[in-house]
Nanobody
C-alpha cells in the first residue's frame, strides 16, 4: 500500500489561500489516482478533488469548482491542493486518498489508502 502524509493545513482568513500537500511513500505514486476528501464536524464526507494517475483527468466537487486546483508531481510523489478564495464553509479536516481507480475516489467507496488528515480553519 501507499503511505500518505498531508501537510499545509492551518488557520486562514476568508478570502485567503492555502496549499495542501500530500507526500506518498511505499509504492509508485504514478500508478495511483489521487484525491482530496474533506469532512467538517457533524457533516458527511465530501469529495473535494480527484486526479487520475497521468493528470489527464481531474474532478472537482461543485462547492470548490473555480477556487481549488488539484495537481500532482509524480517525480516527487506528491499531490497538491491549491485552495483560493477560501470561505468559512471550507473549514474541515482534509484527507488525502489514493486508489488505482479514479472513480473510486470520486465516489469515496472502498478507497485503498488514506492519510491522517490536516485541519483547515477559515475564519470569517
Amino acid at each position: 500500500q501507499v503511505q500518505l502524509e498531508e501537510s499545509g493545513g492551518g488557520l486562514v482568513q476568508a478570502g485567503g489561500s492555502l496549499r495542501l500537500s500530500c507526500a506518498a511513500s511505499g509504492r509508485t505514486l504514478s500508478n495511483y489516482a489521487m484525491g482530496w476528501i474533506r469532512q467538517a464536524p457533524g457533516k458527511e464526507r465530501e469529495i473535494v478533488a480527484a486526479i487520475d494517475s497521468s493528470s489527464y483527468v481531474t474532478y472537482y466537487g461543485d462547492s470548490v469548482k473555480g477556487r481549488f486546483t488539484i495537481s500532482r508531481d509524480n517525480a516527487k510523489s506528491t499531490v497538491y491542493l491549491q485552495m483560493n478564495s477560501l470561505k468559512a464553509e471550507d473549514t474541515a479536516g482534509y484527507y488525502c486518498a489514493a486508489d488505482k481507480i479514479t472513480s473510486t475516489i470520486v465516489t469515496m467507496r472502498g478507497i485503498d489508502c488514506w492519510g491522517q488528515g490536516t485541519k483547515v480553519t477559515v475564519s470569517s
